[in-house]
């Protein structure tokens, strides 16, 4: 009886971190579009074609808001995955998790300052897009640490056993982001401040190279459903 209500205690602790969790990556989300306000014509003739180019100008804002959105939703995706493992807590996956989520609550202001630079005439400055960069490096650092410390052996919680394929490839997509703005970056601040961006077009594409074992994913699925 006692280790039941032991189990029970654990559970309810983790399911307060997930639910947290939760609420922070919904307010993130939410924070993305409430930034965006309608456009003004004040000082402009009331016609659909000022309106309409005052809706052109906002396009940089839709993207960023976008471009977002796909990501605090895959990385929200991803902490449901991780966390499907879980069966305890402990204070360094506390510590772990709220990482995660500082870089998650930082996207609304990473983004609105990427968005107002995104135009031609400030395309060139590499101070937004490195802002926003290493938001995003900070995210897919704080999952692939969080990754690590999981299926670390003897770890106090997560009872799980990984494959090591399995493990190594958790790892390579949690890097995949980071990996990619940095390289981004980094292409330009070296080479062109325009076409390094065109670089993040292969984040699918790296994530398509890494492929699982699915003898290797039932096994691991089969012991998810057995704890």
Known sequence: MHDLLTEERKRFQVDRLILFSDAVFAIAITLLIIEIHPPSLEGLPATDSAFGEKM??????????????????????????????????????????????????????STQVYSAYVSEKYVHLLGPFLIYSLNIILCGLANFWIWVYITKPGNPVCKQVFPKRFVRNAKLRALVLPFTFFISFMACWIFDAVWGRYLLMLIPFYFRLIKDDPKEKKEVRAGKAGK
């Open 56 to 109: 052109a100008e906002m396009i940089p804002e839709f993207i960023g808001f976008f471009m977002s959105f796909a990501l605090i939703g895959l990385y929200w995706s991803k902490h449901h995955a991780v966390f499907g493992y879980i069966t305890d807590y402990s204070p360094k996956l506390i510590f772990l998790n709220l990482v995660l989520l500082a870089a998650i609550v930082l996207m609304p202001f």
